[in-house]
Each structure stands twice: as C-alpha cells, then as structure tokens.
Nanobody
Framework: QVRLVESGGGLVQTRDSLRLSCAAS????????MGWFRQAPGREREFVAA????????YYRDSVEGRFTISSTSAESTLYLQMNSLRPEDTAVYYC?????????????????????WGQGTQVTVSS
C-alpha cells in the first residue's frame, strides 16, 4: 500500500507561481511511476504530468508544457510540481498519483485508471 499526501495549493493571481508537494510512503519511491492529475468543477479528471521511477523521464500535457515542471527526490520520497505563469484555466483540484511499474510502453501514464494510489487532492485557484 502507498500513502500519498499533497500540500502546497492555494489562491494566487494570474502569472503567479506555486509549488505542489506529494509525500509518499509505503513502498520504495524508486519503484513508483508518479503523476499529477487535476479536476476542475464540472470536468473530468485530466493528466497534467508524469515522471518515471528513475526520475529521468517526464511528460506533460500540452497546455502546461514549458510552464510546469515535475520532479522528485527519492531521498525524501517526495514528488513536486512547480507551476509557473499560472492561468485561470489552471484552477482545479490537483491530485498526486502513483503506480508500481516503470514508465515505459506507450502513453498509459496519461490515463488515471492506470494509477493504483491517489492522494486526497489540493485546491489551486488562479484569479484573473
């Protein structure tokens, strides 16, 4: 079992920055592919970013590419999402997710049903 606890959300203005954190426990961090998803009111949960179990490969949805950076530290078993140049359309509940497999073999990591473990979510609100 993996426990994920997010933190770092809040209310910011357009073009501000935020860094989300996700502390993981229960399995070796190096065995987990990790991802960030988000869900806005009235919309389906969507993929934001994913990082490989080694921390060497990262993937993003097009709308956040160049603005968001996903990273991880195995020593602290923590996942991060640095969000810069925030826009009102980034407003959502952000979820950390994990699955005990390597990040290879197609784009499965963009599908939320492929992740086994989820955090409780943290609200990010960007005002215009």
């Amino acid at each position: 079992q993996v426990r994920l606890v997010e933190s770092g959300g809040g209310l910011v203005q357009t073009r501000d920055s935020l860094r989300l954190s996700c502390a993981a426990s229960g399995r070796p961090f190096s065995s987990l592919t990790m991802g960030w998803f988000r869900q806005a009111p009235g919309r389906e949960r969507e993929f934001v970013a994913a990082i490989s179990e080694t921390g060497h490969s990262a993937y993003y949805r097009d709308s956040v590419e160049g603005r968001f950076t996903i990273s991880s530290t195995s020593a602290e078993s923590t996942l991060y999402l640095q969000m810069n140049s925030l826009r009102p359309e980034d407003t959502a509940v952000y979820y950390c997710a994990a699955v005990a497999r390597g990040l290879y073999g197609g784009d499965w990591y963009t599908r939320d049903q492929r992740y086994a473990y989820w955090g409780q979510g943290t609200q990010v609100t960007v005002s215009s």
